[in-house]
């Protein structure tokens, strides 16, 4: 994805090339490492699974080497390994390696015994029938949403359809509205250590902007986002809670502006989109 003008929160240059919040172990890494209970050689392997996060292609294992920060010497061996077990593929063109059929076991696990998950699925479906627009629901992880469910309406491309897709918190509806949901310490953490690329250049970056759509979520019960990850998009987000009163996810409706102003938008979803958050949510 392109960006547009690159600046952090504080107003210092980024790099341009990427806009994808952090995910999975990274070079570098060593949480807990020093602990006995820490297998290290467990952590080099999900570090090489986690090096595919922001490829557009298969990788050779010298790629997988520099985006993992290990050796050759441990990566060719941590690569024969999760190949054998099915973690790993040849891609089929022979340019590389890619991530194996197995890794979906591991997701499907997560979703269905998530209870969040099961308790959103049948509210999800019901809102789409509803709203006609796309819905999704994303879990809180950190500084990101990660969806964990996506029903899409016919301007969808291929990529907004998967489930795993992360986004930033600072700059969409759900992390608005999670953050609304926060107190005011949080939102200032989430603030100062996030990485606040633009996405479009609609994208809000300053800290007294993204502090200003936190304080509107907060009277309205909702937050609106206008083109902050997809230019043309307009998104609505609402935050669940768990059992703890915490906010942990967030349902999220979108449309595009061709077809919506988004005071009609609001008007519209708003109320629906509240209604299933709150089905959701622990009492």
Known sequence: MQVNGPSDCFGGEVGANSVQPDRGLRAGDTANSSDPL?????????????????TDKPLTLAEIGVACGLGKSAVQRVVFTLRELGYIERDPT?????????????????LRLNPLIERASPVLLELRRNVRERVDLSLLDDLRLVYASRLQSKRETFYA???????????TSGGRAIMASMSDG???DIIERSDCRP????TL??????????????ANGYA???????????????AISGSDGRPQAAIHVAGSLAEWDPETFCARFAPLATEAARAISWR
Do not use: M, N, W
């Open 199 to 202: 996405y479009t250049a609609k």
């Open 224 to 238: 609106l986002a206008l083109e902050q990850i997809q230019a043309g998009e307009i998104a609505i987000g609402v």
């Open 38 to 54: 820490f297998v290290q050689s467990i952590a080099r392997a999900i570090q090489v699974l986690s090096s595919f996060h922001q």
């Open 186 to 188: 949080e939102v200032e």
């Open 161 to 171: 359809t998967l489930v795993g897709h992360s986004v930033p918190v600072f700059c």
């Open 94 to 110: 022979d340019r590389g390696y890619v991530p194996g059929i197995r890794i979906l076991d591991h997701a499907l696990d997560y």
């Open 205 to 218: 970056t300053a800290p007294q902007d993204i502090r200003a759509e936190v304080r509107k979520a907060r």
